[in-house]
Nanobody, 111 residues
Framework: EVQLVESGGGLEQPGGSLRLSCATSGFTFSNAYMRWFRQAPGKGLEWVSSVYSSGRTLYDDFVKGRFTISRDNAKNILYLQMNSLKTEDTAMYYC?????RGQGTQVTVSS
């Protein structure tokens, strides 16, 4: 059974940083194409970033240069380092694998 557990969210000021983690189990993480999504209040699910098993990364334009996706294949953990946070980054963040998502972790950016 695929399990994804996100953590690391919280309240941060604009310009601050947070690192999200996604602990995974139930599949071969090192071979997996992984993604981060987010959903702001009243809005739809929005793709944020992806990482291939090769390590190649992709970012949406609104986070490019501020967020970094990475993976630890030894620990089966996916990360999202978020720097230079903006109020518009406020959302529930989810990691995703093959159509499965975790419960999410809330990120709130506010002064």
């Amino acid at each position: 059974e695929v399990q994804l557990v996100e953590s690391g969210g919280g309240l941060e000021q604009p310009g601050g940083s947070l690192r999200l983690s996604c602990a995974t189990s139930g599949f071969t993480f090192s071979n997996a194409y992984m993604r981060w999504f987010r959903q702001a209040p009243g809005k739809g699910l929005e793709w944020v970033s992806s990482v291939y098993s090769s390590g190649r990364t992709l970012y949406d334009d609104f986070v490019k240069g501020r967020f970094t996706i990475s993976r630890d294949n030894a620990k089966n953990i996916l990360y999202l380092q978020m720097n230079s946070l903006k109020t518009e980054d406020t959302a529930m963040y989810y990691c995703e694998y093959s159509g499965s998502r975790g419960q999410g972790t809330q990120v709130t950016v506010s002064s």
